[in-house]
């Protein structure tokens, strides 16, 4: 998978691709990010790429000319199978949007900032729009990162058999029931003896009943369709 990455501040993002599973991805060969400093595509003399919006109003908009001279150079280049822009208004990314995108190949990811991107960005560029929840930030890049760390995460080979993510909270509509390690027994606070019978089938039977009460206690909404 190749994600490039579109941005007004680059440097904001880069150390979460330099720790952990991203970096680990990364060094595998499974990924390749490229960052993309949207100034680069500017063409006035001191690296404009927002302007006042059209009509009046509070706030800055990012400039159609930059983006399309970055998007349209990248696509000279290579195909890609979507460009996503990260914003408050797109569809809430969940764990079916994270399974999807972590089956394709090329992807440019556009972060907003300021207002955000003048309207025929959307228009003309944009195939998915990603929000990461009913809240504003400043700039799509936070989200940008959570995004990428969802995708990357589920892309076979980036985690071990340890870590699975066929496990994980909602990949099967529900929460993931409760975990435990050593010592079994802390301060007289036990773990359920279940666990460390070593019946497997009775263990994954306390799994699931687990997971189906813990869904039903904190995200009901999961259980609805
Ligand atoms: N940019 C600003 N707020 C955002 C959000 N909630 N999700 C994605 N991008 C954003």
Redesign the pocket.
């Known amino acids: 998978m190749r994600l490039d990455i579109i941005s007004v501040v680059p440097d904001l993002m880069r150390s979460p691709f330099e720790a952990s599973i991203m970096k680990r991805a990364i060094d595998k060969g499974l990924v390749e990010i490229h960052f993309h400093n949207l100034r680069d595509y500017s063409n006035t003399n001191y690296k404009q790429i927002d302007d006042y919006q059209f009509g009046g109003g509070a706030g800055m908009v990012m400039m159609v000319e930059p983006i399309d001279k970055c998007i349209t150079k990248l696509k000279s280049e290579r195909d890609y199978d979507e460009l996503i822009y ?3 208004d ?1 569809e809430t990314l969940n764990q079916g949007i994270a399974n999807t995108l972590s089956l394709k190949g090329n992807m440019i990811i556009l972060c ?1 900032h300021y207002k955000g991107v003048d309207q025929r960005v959307r228009d003309h560029f944009i195939t998915k729009e ?11 890049e936070l ?1 940008a990162i959570i995004l990428c760390d969802a995708i990357i995460r589920l892309i076979p080979g980036v985690l071990g058999n340890e870590t699975s993510a066929l496990t994980d909270s909602f990949q099967d509509d529900l929460l993931a029931p409760p975990i435990y390690t050593r010592p079994a027994d802390y301060k007289g606070w036990k773990v359920p003896e279940i666990l460390t019978s070593g019946n497997t089938p009775k263990i994954e039977e306390w799994r699931e009943e687990q997971a189906l009460q813990r869904t039903k206690e904190r995200r009901p909404d999961l259980l609805e369709d």
């Open positions: 990260m914003t408050p797109g907003g990603i929000s990461i929840g009913d809240y504003v930030l400043s700039g799509g989200g």
